[in-house]
């Protein structure tokens, strides 16, 4: 059986994510790493898939093209497979599970497909794929090929440093309804806050959206948290503009903290305090993963990237009440 780049990358003493870049973007490594890492692939007879695949095309599918996230997950892909000289089709599911699956079932006509954040449950997706190379992307399918970006560590930072601050009481403005990423940062929220002793109001779901986020702004001031953790940035700045229409100033009267760091993230006043995913990382990860897969590969290993919070201007210490 081929060498994988997972196998690569621990022969290496590498992430998976550094492994990808020697042969994606050797010039953003160290010469020692660089070297250390092709050794490792010429010891186990890795072939890089950019270099050994022929000119494919392929399906990228993701739930709500207009969310900035996806903006820079499809240019992570896109670059990525431009070394290639790989073709892309788009396919935005406008979080719509029938446009969903209709859009797998188009995308089964190409070489491979990504699975960005699908919706659908896992025996559907399954289903779906059948025998047509593929990878999920930001969510975890049993058996499957994924990379993942951490739900555990930076949701978990995000309690500590409010619970440092001071805050007692915790909100948590839940995201689309079916999304494996709000499940799963739900459930390292709460365990945080059961650690440190902290009261954890969950509202409702609402949009991934700055619209979705002025929805949850009158719940979230109604529960009298101090604090509300968003399930995305969008989300995030939503509930920082709804709160402001009642009053409520941030961080004075309540600190907000986001999550995927997106680039508006540090240019809005107070800049937002937020959990910095590895978008692009995933998305150059998953196409050097699709490739292995289009080249007879038989993958099913879940790779798992580093989040970590950043802390800005959108949190502070609770006011006495």
Partial sequence: MAATLTEVARRAGVSIATASRAFGEPDRLADETLGRVLQAASDLGYANPQAATATRTFGVIVPDVANPVYATLLKAIEGQAWHGRHRIVLFDADEDLRREREQIALARKLDGMLLCSPRLPDDELLALVGNTPYVVINRFLDGAPCVVMDTEHGPTQ????????????????????????????????????????????????????????????????????????????????????????????????????????????????PALTTVRMPIDRCGALGVDMLLQAMSGAVLTETETLNSQLIVRGSTAPPRSR
Avoid: K
Avoid at 166 to 194: F, K, L, N
Avoid at 200 to 209: C, F, G, K, V
Avoid at 232 to 248: C, H, I, K
């Fill in 158 to 269: 995000a309690v500590e440093h409010l619970f440092a601050l001071g805050h007692r009481h915790i909100a948590y403005a839940s995201g689309p309804r079916g999304s494996w990423a709000d499940g799963r940062r739900t459930d390292s929220v709460a365990r945080a806050c059961e650690r440190f002793g902290i009261r954890l109001t969950r509202l409702s779901n609402h949009a991934a959206s700055i619209q979705g986020g002025r929805a949850a702004a009158a719940p979230a001031v109604a529960s009298d948290a101090t604090a509300v953790i968003a399930y995305n940035d969008l989300v995030a700045l939503g509930l920082e503009a709804g709160m402001a229409e009642l009053g409520r100033v941030c961080p004075d009267d309540i600190s907000i903290v986001g999550i995927d760091d997106i680039e508006l993230a540090g240019a809005v006043t």
